[in-house]
């Protein structure tokens, strides 16, 4: 199971970093690349499957579909996926959890902001009162399918980091497995919010739309209790930059020679193309 997989990685005493991956090939190179576990983006669902920015538009149901496309890539590898808000209020909640469980996704982050919600990166969010949201995540302990839950706060940039410790302790109290004080990377905020939550695993992102400068090292990471460190859409905004010189050495010279592409046989690896020509061999 998964689920199990990823609670033993939040138990270790060492960090593990989850890479963006979006579709069946980016999850194949992830393992490939020799990564224990991997992140499906809200934002990276809302872009890819809408062309919309991380404002509320995608539900679920998106996330949902998109992952079961993705996790047999996976080869087990667990998968973290980012819920929102549950979508609603605790049954809402319960009932995407549920479907993240059934379409093969290992855990989700839930948060505490009203629906719908906003990018952890921009102003004016709102939180919900640290109760209703306490609610959700003893739902969904209880009734998700034996789903890991992160339970992530966005109080640190509206109310300050006091109040973002609060909310986490009260939601490790509710049953997640781990906390995620989204905004908080220095050093000093997080030994105050280890100190604090004595034995709870956090979760940090270290997101391209926040400051990508001055991060502490794994071994310090992990003193401070961090256990997942996410890299939500870095592996996108690399494939579209290298998409975008593709494109440009198209228009201009009528070729992508120029530009480093991924092998055909590579690609053709990935895809599973030696073992379906084999299999169609065998009962052609």
């Not at 939040?10 to 593990?16: I, K, S, W």
């Not at 855990?107 to 719908?116: I, K, S, T």
């Not at 004080?181 to 956090?202: C, I």
Request: one cysteine or more.
């Amino acid at each position: 199971m998964t689920a199990a997989a990823l609670r033993a990685l939040l138990a270790a005493d060492r960090v593990t970093h989850l890479p963006g991956v979006y579709d069946a090939p980016t999850a194949a190179l992830a393992v490939r690349a020799g990564h224990r576990a991997a992140h499906l983006s809200g934002a990276a669902c809302a872009a890819l499957d809408l062309g919309l920015p991380d404002l509320g538009y995608v539900h679920g149901t998106h996330l949902a579909a998109r992952a079961s496309r993705l996790v047999p890539a996976l080869a087990g590898a667990p998968l973290l996926a980012d819920a929102d808000t549950g979508y609603g209020d605790a049954l809402q909640a319960v009932w995407t959890a549920r479907a993240y469980t059934a379409a093969g996704v290992s855990g989700l982050h839930l948060e505490d902001q009203v629906q719908p919600k906003r990018c952890g990166h921009l102003a004016g969010k709102e939180l919900v009162a640290p109760g209703t949201a306490a609610r959700k995540v003893r739902a969904v302990a209880a009734e998700g399918g034996g789903i890991v839950v992160v339970a992530r706060t966005d109080a640190y940039t509206v109310t300050g980091l006091d109040d973002a410790v609060d909310r986490a302790a009260r939601y490790a109290a509710a049953g997640a497995d781990a906390v995620f004080l989204e905004g908080v990377t220095d050093p000093g905020e997080l030994a105050r919010a280890h100190a604090a939550l004595p034995g709870v695993p956090l979760v940090v992102n270290r997101s391209e739309a926040g400051s990508t400068t001055d991060w502490p090292g794994d071994d310090e990471l992990a003193a401070l209790g961090v256990r997942l460190v996410l890299h939500p859409v870095a592996p996108l905004l690399a494939a579209l930059d290298a998409a975008a010189r593709a494109y440009a050495a198209i228009a201009a010279g009528g070729s992508a020679e120029t530009v480093s592409r991924l092998p055909w046989a590579d690609f053709t690896g990935l895809v599973g193309q030696d073992e379906a020509l084999e299999l169609d061999a065998r009962y052609a």
